[in-house]
């Protein structure tokens, strides 16, 4: 589809979180209407939108009502019901390919690796015990278990580092679709935004250098410290996946890095918790970009004038922060209005910009934390 959709017409976002928020703010400042899709009533999306249809994601007859009233559909996150959204194909720009792929880590890790031409860790799919065992041995310890889908921040993941392991989850097996994927030695893990506009012209932010802590990201800190080499090749893989992928609509790829090698962990087809900086760091957002490439907009060359820092504030972390706020001018501080605090829920996050603004930023994450 290359229908070209100007303000004020209407999107359509599934899912209310916020991502869905930040796609809607920068729809909103580009004078489009908004609609959004989530069963929490004021979700942080459905609070600057212009309207929100209260439903669960899988309820084909609200999305139907969402398309309805939509002139273009977007999401906010890869768990959507794709049989669902096949009915509204003609409103969805991204298409529902991006999502079957990404939706299913053995279809990703496939397509990245045998259409993209792309590294990835080598792994093997198991449906049941007896293929782990078997799996195990062609694999070569230590590895990684993990559900093929619905699984996010850790959830759905089992360690294999030893023979320990292995037999303390043949005793629980899980079910369903798994994949055992082989521990890279990685030193860094990166990610970087990629999208195309309708014309297929690609369009990338600078990558991100990448902090997890209990599998959930701390920091991203923007440009990564990598050598050139790594960031051209970092490039050309994002490259040769959007155009794989015919890509419409923002992409996030997460990667790990050694001193010279990259493999891609995985596909975010959506705008990413990693790229937030984009909102106060680069010319265009990520958001804006991804706002602008489902709607046929072109998008601009990207550029970044300092390095920045994002941190993300899980949990009670955001009421320290709230409490410091009036202490930091330089912060970019964001909240996105959640109701309730739970841990290690991501209730906001802060950007500074410059070195000095970064280190401060350091200092005050070393001092706060989750309780
Ligand atoms: P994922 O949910 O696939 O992003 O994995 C969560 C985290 O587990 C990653 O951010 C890595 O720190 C670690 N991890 C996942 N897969 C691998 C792998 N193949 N090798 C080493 N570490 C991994």
Redesign the pocket.
């Known amino acids: 589809m290359t229908n070209l959709i100007l303000p004020p017409a209407t999107i359509g976002i599934i899912g209310g979180g916020q991502l869905g928020q930040m796609m809607a703010l920068s729809a909103k400042m580009m004078g489009y209407k908004v609609g959004v899709l989530d069963p929490t009533v004021a979700s942080p999306a459905g609070q600057v939108s212009d309207f929100q249809i209260i439903a669960e994601y899988d309820d084909a007859k609200a999305l139907a009502e969402l398309s309805q009233r939509s002139d273009v559909l977007t999401y906010e996150f890869e768990n959507v019901d794709i049989d669902a959204l096949s009915e509204h194909k003609d409103r969805l720009p991204q298409g529902t390919r991006l999502l079957e792929i990404t939706s299913n880590?053995l279809r990703e890790k496939t397509f990245i690796q045998d259409s993209a031409k792309v590294p990835v860790?080598k792994f093997i799919a198991v449906h049941d015990a007896q293929e782990f065992k078997m799996a195990v041995v062609k694999i070569e310890l230590p590895?990684?278990l993990?559900t093929v889908s619905g699984?996010?921040?850790?959830h759905g993941?089992w360690h294999v580092d030893n023979q320990a392991d292995v037999d303390e989850i043949i005793n629980d097996f899980p079910t369903g679709t798994l994949i055992l994927?082989?521990?890279?030695p990685?030193k860094k893990?990166l990610s970087i935004m990629v999208t195309r506009d309708a014309q297929s012209h690609v369009t990338m932010w600078p990558i991100s250098e990448n902090v997890?802590v209990n599998?959930i990201l701390k920091t991203s800190l923007v440009p990564a410290n990598i050598s050139v080499a790594l960031t051209k090749k970092t490039q050309q893989i994002a490259t040769e996946i959007a155009n794989e992928l015919d890509l419409r609509g923002v992409l996030g790829i997460?990667l790990?890095v050694s001193d010279n090698n990259v493999?891609v962990?995985?596909l975010a087809p959506r705008p990413h918790n990693s790229g937030h900086y984009t909102i106060e760091a680069t010319n265009v957002s990520q958001f804006e970009g991804h706002i602008r490439s489902i709607t046929g907009l072109t998008i601009p060359e990207i550029k970044i004038e300092k390095p920045a820092l994002m941190l993300n504030l899980l949990g009670d972390e955001i009421q320290q922060a709230r409490n410091d706020l009036v202490n930091h001018s330089e912060w970019h501080f964001h909240d996105y209005g959640k109701a309730t605090i739970k841990r290690n829920r991501k209730m906001g996050h802060i950007t500074v910009i410059g070195e000095d603004n970064i280190k401060k930023l350091y200092e005050w994450s070393q001092t706060h934390g989750q309780h």
């Open positions: 880590r860790a590895a990684i993990k699984g996010y921040d850790g993941q994927e082989q521990k890279v990685f893990e997890h599998h997460e790990f493999w962990n995985e």
